[in-house]
């Protein structure tokens, strides 16, 4: 596919989100037609602006007759959807399971054969405790089995990770975070879809989504400071309270569902294995041989967030 062709027409999936926003504007760039669905077209419209290349229809992934009619006419899918939030989480499996499976079963009748799912940085591994692990590890099994055309990306946290933990002027971080912590600019992961989704030539596979560096949060602290000229100091906070509300979980579950599937990504940010800086390296490579992105740097993030007013 090419975005010369007049009858392409992306449907994303979660087009409203952080990771999404930025996969529908890459593709507008691009002159591509896009759907978006939406549970709030205001509030989409909101984030995506009008452009004439751009559809938004109001509607639920859980609501089949909204996802038949967002399917008219579309070529290809990039689910970024996510119901990891306060609102939807006791609908997490719902969302991005059952519906993701039914959108599947509903796009082949609509024989539509090119899907993009972003999902998480590794395979979930089958022993994994987190739902949304499982989850992903379900959703990617059943794409890997089947005869679509997919490409499956693995996001890790946002590189917006290392500004949005910065409360009062100082990067606070339980535990104090991994020596290397895989991240991406969302502005990055919405080219590298976009062009995924336009491509017909990818091997069927997983990429593994990362930055050109994947630095620690006291490297992250030096290097903001550096390029906006002030100091961001750097301060671990202890992890044994959040380790021990992980403990109960169990009980937390039906009262604070949200912390309760919070928690283990927290605890998770300290568990990166410090070869993950050498995979990286190799990953970031692999992304520069198949796609073409000129990467937004931490040093580049750290001025739109200076910008910004921070
Ligand atoms: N953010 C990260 O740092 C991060 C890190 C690793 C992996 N990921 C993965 O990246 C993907 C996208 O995550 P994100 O953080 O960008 O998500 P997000 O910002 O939380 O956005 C969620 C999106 O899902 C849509 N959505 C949720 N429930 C829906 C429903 N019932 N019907 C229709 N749309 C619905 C929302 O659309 P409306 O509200 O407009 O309806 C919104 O566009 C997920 O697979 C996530 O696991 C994210």
Redesign the pocket.
């Known amino acids: 596919m090419t975005a010369e062709d007049k009858n392409i027409r992306i449907l994303v999936?979660?087009?409203?989100?952080?990771?999404?926003q930025h996969i529908v504007r890459a593709l507008l760039a691009k002159e591509v037609a896009v759907r978006v669905?939406?549970?709030?077209k205001e509030?989409?419209l909101k984030i995506l602006g009008e452009n004439y290349n751009l559809e938004i229809i109001e509607g639920?992934?859980?609501n089949e007759e909204m996802v038949r009619k967002s399917l008219e006419r579309v070529t290809a899918i990039i689910i970024?959807?996510?119901?990891?939030?306060r609102k939807?989480i006791r609908q997490l499996r719902l969302?991005e399971r059952d519906a993701v499976l039914n959108l599947f079963q509903l796009a082949r009748g609509a024989k539509i054969n090119r899907i993009v799912y972003?999902?998480?940085?590794e395979k979930p591994v089958p022993e994994t405790k987190m739902e949304?692990g499982r989850i992903k590890l379900e959703v990617e099994d059943t794409l890997e089995r089947s005869t679509f055309d997919y490409t499956i990306l693995g996001?890790?946290?946002?590189i917006e990770?290392f500004f949005s933990l910065i409360r009062g002027g100082t990067l606070r971080v339980p535990g104090g975070g991994p020596s290397a912590l895989p991240n991406i600019s969302p502005i990055d992961l919405g080219e590298i879809a976009a062009q995924a989704a336009l491509r017909s030539n990818l091997p069927q596979k997983r990429y593994r989504l990362t930055s050109p560096s994947a630095p620690s949060f006291p490297e992250a602290a030096r290097r903001i400071s550096d390029e906006i000229g002030r100091n961001i100091p750097f301060r671990k906070i202890p992890l044994f309270p959040f380790k021990i509300i992980a403990k109960l979980a169990g009980f937390l579950k039906p009262v604070m569902p949200y912390t309760a599937q919070l928690l283990p990504f927290i605890l998770l940010l300290n568990d990166f294995e410090s070869e993950v800086k050498l995979q990286t390296i190799t990953d970031y490579q692999i992304l520069q041989e198949t796609f073409n992105f000129v990467p937004h740097t931490l040093e580049d993030h750290a001025k739109l967030w200076a910008e910004r007013g921070n």
């Open positions: 999936l979660g087009g409203t989100g952080h990771y999404g669905l939406s549970r709030n509030k989409a639920d992934i859980l970024a959807i996510s119901a990891f939030n939807s969302i972003i999902s998480v940085y949304t996001a890790p946290p946002s990770i």
